[in-house]
């Protein structure tokens, strides 16, 4: 049948009435008058009549009663469809209604020759005053990468880059051990070629006779079944190797084994320093944005947040959470604890708030996605892969992910409207203590989104 197209709607022939079911909550009953409907369905019978062929009819001249026959009802039921479509939106801009998420349209009612009428039920935005900051005292840290903090990072470097040296001696501290784990328990099995780094603090309750052990020893060991239980595994270590780490020297030469384009320690060094400070930028930044969001959320009250959007984030973070099972332990979809689930809808209730109070900031300063951010952002995460231009233009053709590039750049644009509000208290800091607190919070944030 094609394309139906439907003429504008007349404002004032329709029928509008808004019920308040709740604070949130709205009804739309809305009636379009079966004059509009049939003059959209008339223009569609001529411009099909002028198309049909039909046998005993010459081109474009078959009557209209006849392609009323064959085809009204079919016309009828997409001009309805067409029509529900426009009708709301007309119906919502003559209201000034903002839905928060999808309306649900019900009791429609559209007997060919008749009016069309129905209800549509939707939740609406919330009222919320422009936030702001002004006045708010937010601690900004000052950190000075020094040259002890390079020769540290460094020497990661170096360690990453490190060769295992089979020797005669007795295991210690900093020593590899590869060994076997024979279980005496029948249902375990053999664990062949195991490889550990001997770390002070770090060696499993139960595997410290590893250490003053020599290639070729057979050690007999305890340790529990599970972390806390007082049920033992009972095994040997069957030690096969003992090799010392051996570090590349620092040198032109391994400056250009990491592609250093001088080929020098200095400019391995300049490189080294340069991508320090950006990853300390980015980390102060993030504690910022902390402190903004979480001062943010404590000054502004949401009482009554929209239950729809509120289901969407819980149906997320829900859906994430087992993407993440299934990653990490190959496990399927597995029912959360009713605990597990409140703390869920706790996260999502912060989440849809938050973005409330971010959607009013964007529209308070006519807030647009500054495309230029945005690529730099795609540089930034292409920069990282060998093969970046694909990767590079892999983001650009996907919707999805551009979409969350957008939302991401936009979100940093408000943090910035609200960081030229507040005022700052300056404290020196570490470097090596800014990171490790990161790696913390970092490792906390991970563990409490796996719930």
Not at 222 to 251: I, N
Request: charged letters at 30%.
């Amino acid at each position: 049948l094609g394309f139906i197209t439907i003429r504008a709607l007349k404002m004032n022939e329709m029928q509008i009435s808004v019920e308040s079911v709740d604070s949130l909550t709205r009804r739309l009953n809305v009636t379009v008058p079966v004059s509009q409907l049939e003059q959209s369905k008339h223009q569609r019978l001529v411009e099909l009549a002028k198309k049909t062929r039909l046998d005993g009819f010459r081109p474009g001249k078959v009557p209209i009663s006849v392609i009323e026959k064959l085809y009204g009802n079919s016309i009828w039921q997409d001009i309805i469809e067409k029509c529900l479509q426009t009708s709301l939106l007309a119906a919502l801009e003559q209201k000034a209604l903002n839905p928060a998420g999808q309306p649900h349209i019900e009791l429609i009612k559209a007997e060919p020759g008749t009016e069309l009428t129905y209800t549509a039920s939707f939740e609406i935005y919330p009222e919320i005053e422009a936030p702001e900051l002004k006045g708010i005292c937010l601690e900004r840290l000052n950190v000075v990468i020094t040259e002890a903090d390079l020769d540290k990072v460094l020497e990661q470097v170096r360690s990453q880059y490190a060769e295992w040296i089979e020797v005669s001696k007795k295991a210690s501290y900093g020593y590899q051990v590869t060994f076997d784990l024979v279980f005496s328990d029948s249902e375990e099995k053999t664990r062949r070629d195991l490889q550990w780094v001997l770390e002070e603090g770090k060696i499993p309750e139960g595997f410290s006779a590893l250490l003053n052990s020599s290639a070729g020893e057979t050690l007999h060991v305890s340790f529990p079944k599970e972390q806390g239980s007082d049920e033992l595994h009972l095994a040997k270590l069957e030690v096969k190797k003992v090799a010392e780490v051996k570090l590349p020297d620092l040198d032109n030469a391994f400056a250009k084994r990491l592609d250093i384009k001088e080929g020098t320690v200095e400019a391995l060094r300049d490189q080294i320093r340069k991508h320090m400070q950006i990853e300390l930028d980015r980390i102060l930044r993030e504690k910022l944005k902390a402190q903004v969001i979480e001062r943010l959320m404590a000054r502004y009250a949401v009482e009554k947040l929209p239950q729809g959007l509120l289901a969407q984030e819980f149906q997320r973070l829900e859906q994430d959470i087992h993407k993440k099972y299934k990653q990490q332990e190959g496990k399927e979809k597995i029912p959360l604890s009713e605990i597990e689930k409140a703390d869920l809808m706790q996260t999502a209730r912060r989440r849809v708030k938050l973005g409330l109070l971010f959607n009013v900031l964007i529209e308070k300063h006519h807030l647009q996605v500054d495309e230029t951010r945005v690529q730099q952002h795609i540089d930034q995460l292409a920069n990282a892969f060998q093969f970046d231009q694909m990767v590079r233009d892999r983001f650009y053709k996907d919707k999805n992910m551009m979409m969350g590039i957008r939302s991401s750049v936009l979100e940093e644009q408000v943090i910035d409207k609200l960081l030229e509000e507040v005022e700052y208290t300056e404290k020196v800091a570490q470097y090596a203590e800014v990171m490790n607190l990161s790696r913390e919070n970092h490792i906390a944030n991970t563990e409490g989104a796996t719930v």
